[in-house]
């Protein structure tokens, strides 16, 4: 079985300051790895995903995370955060061979204030 | 681009009623989901299909059934609304997974379910 750990649940923070979004996952196989972000009344997107190769992923939009192997964890940074990254981020692992499927963890909410 | 919609954004039926939400996507792909999704709790799977009239448990199938009779669209059934059934529910679809690939899913809006 998998689970997923989002150590928080609300992250406020200011504008232009860094922030961590931290996610711990355990399992008993092989995972793929995802940052799914909502913004407001909006569906689910997804920002990055590590499937394997460098640890170190990057979004479009500056966010970048890093595969932690030995400490099951995919944590999301940003060195200067917008006020448009206003929204709630999503860690979720999908187990191979298991036809896709994700399981996600409890969510962050990511607030930035000007 | 893909595209998935849901029949609904928002919904209020009544305890004991029984609820369709509907599912369509429109880029051929062969795998269908639904999730709902809680302050709290993130998304949790329901049901899952991999192709017509097939289908699979998730994590959180009491309470619930789904139809697919065809390829594009994938409804979620409640056959007798309960209060705790009140939530966001999204739907999201992808290619068929092959082996140990991964191919990305796509989501709807989501419907926000309230039953009274």
């Known amino acids: 079985a998998q689970s997923v750990t989002q150590l928080d649940s609300q992250v406020p923070v200011f504008e232009e300051a860094p922030v961590e979004l931290r996610c711990n996952y355990s399992?008993?196989?092989?995972?793929?790895l995802f940052w799914y972000v909502q913004y407001p009344n909006q569906g689910l997107q997804l920002l990055l995903k590590y499937l394997s190769g460098s640890t170190l992923v990057e979004s479009i939009n500056g966010f970048e995370a890093e595969f932690n192997k030995s400490q099951t964890s995919f944590h999301l940074r940003k060195p200067s955060v917008h006020i448009s990254d206003t929204a709630e981020y999503f860690c979720?692992?999908?187990?191979?061979?298991?036809?896709?499927?994700?399981?996600f963890g409890q969510g962050t909410e990511l607030s930035v204030k000007p | 681009d893909v595209k998935v919609t849901q029949s609904s954004r928002y919904l209020v039926k009544r305890t004991g009623e029984k609820v369709f939400l509907e599912c369509v996507q429109d880029m051929d792909h062969e795998n269908m989901f639904w999730y709902r999704q809680d302050p709290g709790l993130g998304l949790r799977l329901i049901y899952f299909s991999y192709d017509v009239k097939m289908k699979e448990k998730g994590d959180i199938p009491e309470g619930y059934s789904v139809s697919r009779e065809k390829k594009e669209r994938f409804s979620l059934i409640l056959e007798s609304a309960s209060t705790n059934q009140t939530s966001m529910y999204l739907c999201?679809?992808?290619?068929?997974?092959?082996?140990?690939?991964?191919?990305?899913?796509?989501f709807g809006p989501g419907t926000r379910l309230t039953v009274l």
């Open positions: 399992s008993s196989v092989s995972v793929y």
């Open positions: 999201a679809s992808s290619l068929w997974v092959r082996g140990g690939s991964y191919n990305e899913q796509f």
């Open positions: 979720a692992v999908s187990p191979y061979n298991q036809g896709g499927k994700l399981i």
